[in-house]
């Protein structure tokens, strides 16, 4: 019999490795595996979500007008100019399948995102993968990388899992060098823990070339619930909603979304929880001798002497019930992603390292 075969690209596709949440003999888990916000949702999203449980026999909205007007005021911008999905990993799946395929080059860059080739190798375009500069990502290296099948750009600003990013100018830079008919894709997933950062919203606004992605699953604490939402140009929004689902979010997603969008009191709070704490951990780190680049993101990237050092300091805050993240995957085998805790979390990662690292010496 012949054998049925799956579409070009489909059988290229690593399949994705969530974090870890349980260690075997091992009570009392911390899981900072997964850029998961320590203190959950607002609890105005919670409520909504328990509310909207009461329609469960209605369909829910299929023009999301609710959420994208909420997301335009708070943000600032056209509502009619953001689309949204189940997770900004659907708003980048529409990208991907709208505007490229096969014979086409889509760029992604070193310690990138792994979704990005993924999405790539779905829609049946070869993805190419850009050094960086220092685990930074590098514009120039980007633009000398594009060539007549480019046609999308992803990158991650701030990125992970480096939690490095690069300035505004340097993202206008790289919209105004790229070759006519690509896009740039900037993924705003960790944009709101980096105080004044609009995530790219401005240069949006001002080019035909350039979409920003956004997350419910970060600062708002809704990672379980799977929205997110992106904004460009109105021609490519009406372009992504022909590929979208009419019902792709349920009422309780559209409701809670809706809700923590628009407390910003309790967002404002998450963000600078997370800015206390992740400096905190950082110093901490430097004490043990754990170097780290500065974080614009809930996490930091912990750098180990190599990636023996980097496994038995994963097996050690393993046994102390703490989960974090090994990045070999992304290139970066000497080095461990730490999502930033609320304070006790902080507290048990710093002091096990630092007994890791006595141990070491
Ligand atoms: C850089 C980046 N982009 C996108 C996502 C996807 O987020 P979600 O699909 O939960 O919105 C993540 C999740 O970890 C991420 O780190």
């Known amino acids: 019999m012949t054998k049925i075969t799956p579409q070009p690209g489909i059988m290229e596709i690593a399949l994705y490795v969530g974090g870890t949440a349980h260690v075997e003999g091992v009570s009392d888990v911390v899981k900072l595996s997964s850029n998961e916000n320590p203190f959950g949702p607002s609890p105005a999203a919670s409520e909504a979500a328990r509310r909207a449980t009461y329609e469960l026999h209605r ?10 007007a909420a997301i ?3 943000h600032d911008i056209d509502p009619d100019q953001v689309i949204c999905g189940v997770g900004s990993d659907e708003v980048l799946q529409f990208i991907a399948q709208s ?4 014979g086409d080059e889509v760029i992604y860059t070193e310690h990138g995102f ?40 992803f990158i991650a600003n701030p990125a992970n899992p480096t939690g490095t990013m690069i300035d505004l100018d340097e993202c206008a830079r790289l919209a105004n060098g790229l070759p006519e008919g690509a896009l740039l894709v900037l993924d705003g997933a960790y944009a709101e823990f980096e105080q004044g950062y609009d995530g790219g919203a401005s240069l949006v606004a001002s080019r035909c070339n350039v979409i920003m992605t956004r997350t419910f699953s970060k600062i708002h604490g809704l990672g379980g619930l799977r929205i997110g939402w ?16 009419p019902f792709n979010l349920s009422t309780v997603q559209l409701a809670a979304a809706e809700a923590a969008v628009r407390d910003t009191g309790y967002t404002e709070k998450c963000r600078a929880e997370n800015e206390r ?25 912990a750098r180990f002497a190599d990636a023996a050092e980097a496994d038995a300091c994963d097996a050690y805050l393993k046994s102390q019930g703490l989960i974090v993240r090994k990045v070999g995957g992304y290139g970066l085998p000497n ?12 507290r048990r990662v710093a002091h096990a390292v630092g007994q890791f690292r006595e141990g070491a010496e």
């Open 114 to 153: 792994s979704m990005y080739p993924i999405l790539a190798h779905a829609c049946g375009a070869t993805p190419v993968k850009v050094a960086e500069k220092d685990r930074v990502v590098d514009v120039d290296a980007i633009l000398a990388a594009c060539n007549d099948k480019t046609r999308i750009v």
């Open 230 to 245: 992106g904004y460009a140009p109105r021609d490519i929004i009406d372009v992504l909603n022909r590929v979208r689902q």
């Open 277 to 301: 704490l992740r400096g905190w951990l950082a110093e901490a780190l430097a004490r043990h001798g754990v170097k780290t680049d500065v974080s614009h993101t809930n996490f930091i990237l």
């Open 99 to 102: 505007y490229a395929g096969p």
């Open 59 to 68: 369909y829910p909205a299929t023009d999301h007008a609710g959420l994208r």
């Open 335 to 346: 080095c461990l992603r730490i999502t930033v805790g609320d304070e006790p979390a902080c």
């Open 72 to 74: 335009g005021e708070i």
